[in-house]
């Protein structure tokens, strides 16, 4: 059974930051990418970053270019996204998604794997 699950959303202050963790079971980590996904009240949900586990190729949306590390520890089957610098905009529940074969994409539809989601909300 292929699970995803999320840890490490939170409260924090505008400025603040928070890792959030994925861990993956039940396929193979290497052949997967693994991003994070976002969605605000009221909004589609959106790419935040994603990462190749094999090559560590990264990929980040504009909005959080600079401000956010996604990295992964293969031997752990985890995947980690460095929240730095939170603005109230990025209030959101974050998913861990995974996609095989095809590399890292920023639209929901292209992902196989979802997790439950964590939430983040950032005060001003």
């Known amino acids: 059974e292929v699970q995803l699950v999320e840890s490490g959303g939170g409260l924090v202050q505008a400025g603040g930051s928070l890792r959030l963790s994925c861990v993956a079971s039940?396929?193979?980590?290497?052949?997967?990418?693994i991003g994070w996904f976002r969605q605000a009240p009221g909004k589609e949900r959106e790419g935040v970053s994603c990462?190749?586990?094999?090559?560590?190729?990264?990929h980040y949306a504009d909005s959080v270019k600079g401000r956010f590390t996604i990295s992964s520890d293969n031997a752990k089957n985890t995947v980690y996204l460095q929240m730095n610098r939170l603005k109230p905009e990025d209030t959101a529940v974050y998913y861990c998604?995974?996609?095989?074969?095809?590399?890292?994409?920023?639209?929901?539809?292209?992902?196989?794997?979802w997790g439950k989601g964590t939430l983040v909300t950032v005060s001003s």
């Open positions: 998604t995974a996609r095989s074969g095809f590399g890292c994409s920023d639209t929901p539809h292209d992902m196989d794997y």
């Open positions: 039940g396929f193979t980590f290497d052949d997967y990418a």
């Open positions: 990462i190749t586990s094999s090559d560590k190729n990264t």
